[in-house]
């Protein structure tokens, strides 16, 4: 700032988007860099989401999928770039205006994170009672055994506690929970993972069926390509940084979940079937 410019005071109203059209893309990522320490994680990531879009984002453990995915929600402040949401600039969000922006966003956690002291309507109802504290008890009420049976799960289980209930339980609960304020964008980190085949395609089913129900953005993080192919109307394949030569792009593919099997890199082509390929040869380069 020079010294002829004014201050302006720190205000928690958001600024206007830059857009307002319904078109625009709801995320826009640009040149998005993170490093840690020093090591890079992601780099040259340049993206925008779509309204409605379910994205599910692959690649190796480690290549940077859920970095990537806390970077758009604002978890985590990327190194160099930019995260817009609906046009605003996450990252130049005060934090009362970034808690604002986050009441738009739902989060399914791996291990549903849900609070274990609280029994299940506790849980689902939390996000209510702490962002619109002003909901009366009968509409709280309403909503969470709505959710609930949203997510298929019966109404006596709203009594008992998250220990007292299955993963897959646990996991619809966490689901019901990211809904309960009608977010704009849900994110997903690994819905699926250490569930049987049977629940992990109900949370498949679900959210389908989220999608259907509400105009939601969805992204999710996986390692199971039958959610990949059933869930997502665009698939993004990361590749982890160290591997590749500087200027090399990090998404290896990016398109409809039916274009994978016939991606032009092998290195997609072999992650989607299984296959080892050279990666032995080439993680035994990249850490030596
Ligand atoms: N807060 C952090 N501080 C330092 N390093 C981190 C942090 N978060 C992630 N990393 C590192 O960034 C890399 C990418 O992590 P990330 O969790 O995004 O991988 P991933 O692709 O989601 O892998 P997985 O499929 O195993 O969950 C890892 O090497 C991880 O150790």
Same mark, same amino acid.
């Given at each position: 700032m020079n010294d002829y410019e004014p201050e302006t005071e720190p205000t928690d109203d958001l600024p206007e988007p830059d857009t307002a059209s319904e078109s625009a893309p709801l995320i826009e990522v640009n040149n998005l860099s993170i490093d840690f320490d020093g090591n890079c994680? +992601?780099?040259g990531i340049t993206r925008s989401i779509t309204r409605g879009q379910t994205v599910a984002v692959i690649g190796e453990s480690g290549c940077g999928k859920t970095v990537f995915m806390k970077t758009l929600v604002a978890l985590l402040t990327p190194t160099t770039g930019t995260v817009l949401f609906d046009g605003t600039d996450l990252n130049q969000l005060t934090p009362a205006q970034l808690a604002q922006v986050r009441r738009r966003f739902g989060f399914v956690f791996q291990n549903a994170a849900l609070f274990d002291s609280m029994n299940i309507f506790d849980n689902v109802a939390f996000p209510i009672r702490q962002n619109e504290p002003s909901t009366e008890e009968d509409e709280v009420r309403e909503r969470v055994r709505n959710h609930l049976i949203e997510v298929g799960l019966p109404e006596d289980v709203a009594r008992k506690y998250p220990a007292e209930i299955s993963g897959g339980m646990q996991k619809r609960v966490g689901l019901a929970r990211a809904l309960v304020l009608k977010p704009e964008l849900i994110v997903y980190d690994e819905? !699926? !993972?250490? +569930?049987d085949p049977i629940m992990s395609d109900v949370i498949n089913e679900l959210i389908l069926n989220t999608r259907r129900l509400y105009p939601v953005t969805s992204v999710v993080v996986t390692h199971d390509m039958h959610t990949a192919r059933k869930v997502a109307d665009r698939v993004m394949m990361f590749y982890p940084r160290r591997m590749l030569d500087q200027g090399q792009s990090q998404i290896l593919f990016d398109g409809p979940p039916s274009q994978l099997e016939n991606a032009d890199d092998r290195r997609v082509r072999q992650f989607v079937r299984g296959e080892a390929g050279d990666r032995i040869r080439e993680m035994s380069r990249a850490t030596a």
């Open positions: 994680i +992601l780099s819905p !699926t !993972t250490g +569930l």
